[in-house]
């Protein structure tokens, strides 16, 4: 039993430890190694940043019209800040400029920019990681491919199946390996895309909802991309 166990640790895979495999896979292998890394860092620290905004909208805007009901502007901030979740941040910075109605839609847009570019943040670079570990893994299929026929020239074209192994190899891992980064990564991508334009549109509801029942008119409408928006906050900052 136990030299089962050692032999299925050992042997992992066709046959071949991951080591063998790496290095069977040539020189693309390497940087497939660093976009692995790279992605899995991306998609564990964005799993825990989006864990820590999780809110239970209803009950959020649910306790926060009560609240404003009865006029308590300054308990409905409280509970605003309380939140990790931009959509109460963005209900907080409604109410701390419910009297500026010529500025408050500038700030709104300004501090919702900001909310959305952390939210954003290095998803496009798990998004870069999904375009380019299936090309290394092509990439390592054609120099796989290229050994092989060169191999073949060297022998004058009398050749054995094992004569082609190692391009082969090379060939078949760096393409399976590419894909394997890839596909996880491009799940990553759309979950967390998905979340941030949950997030968004929330905001946005949270300012209409807002407008509707203090009687205000404000805009909701920012992006992530709005860098005039950006660089207003930054001045803001200094």
Not at 7 to 12: A, K, L, S, V
Not at 13 to 31: E, R, S, Y
């Amino acid at each position: 039993m136990a030299a089962s166990k050692s032999t299925w640790g050992e042997r992992m895979l066709w046959d071949q430890t991951l080591i063998g495999l790496f290095q069977k896979g040539g020189f693309a292998m390497w940087p497939l190694l660093a976009c692995s890394v790279v992605g899995a860092a991306i998609i564990i620290e964005r799993a825990v940043y989006f864990l820590r905004l999780r809110l239970d909208y209803e009950d959020f805007r649910t306790k926060l019209q009560e609240l404003l009901r009865k006029k308590n502007t300054k308990e409905a901030m409280a509970l605003c800040r309380k939140h990790a979740n931009p959509v109460p941040r963005i209900a907080e910075h409604y109410l701390k400029n419910l009297d500026q109605d010529a500025l408050r839609s500038e700030i709104l847009k300004r501090e919702g920019s900001l909310a959305l570019e952390k939210i954003e943040a290095r998803l496009r670079a798990l998004a870069a990681i999904t375009h380019i570990a299936p090309l290394l893994g092509l990439l390592g299929t054609v120099t796989g491919l290229v050994t092989a026929f060169h191999q073949i020239e060297i022998l004058g074209g009398q050749v054995q199946p094992g004569d082609l192994a190692t391009g082969i190899w090379e060939a078949l891992i760096t393409t399976v390996f590419g894909l394997m980064i890839a596909i996880p990564c491009m799940a990553a991508y759309h979950s967390f895309e998905s979340a941030a334009d949950k997030i968004s549109r929330r905001m946005q509801f949270i300012i209409s909802e807002l407008d509707e029942f203090l009687g205000k008119r404000s805009s909701g409408d920012f992006k992530a991309e709005n860098t005039e928006a950006t660089e207003q906050a930054l001045r803001a900052m200094r």
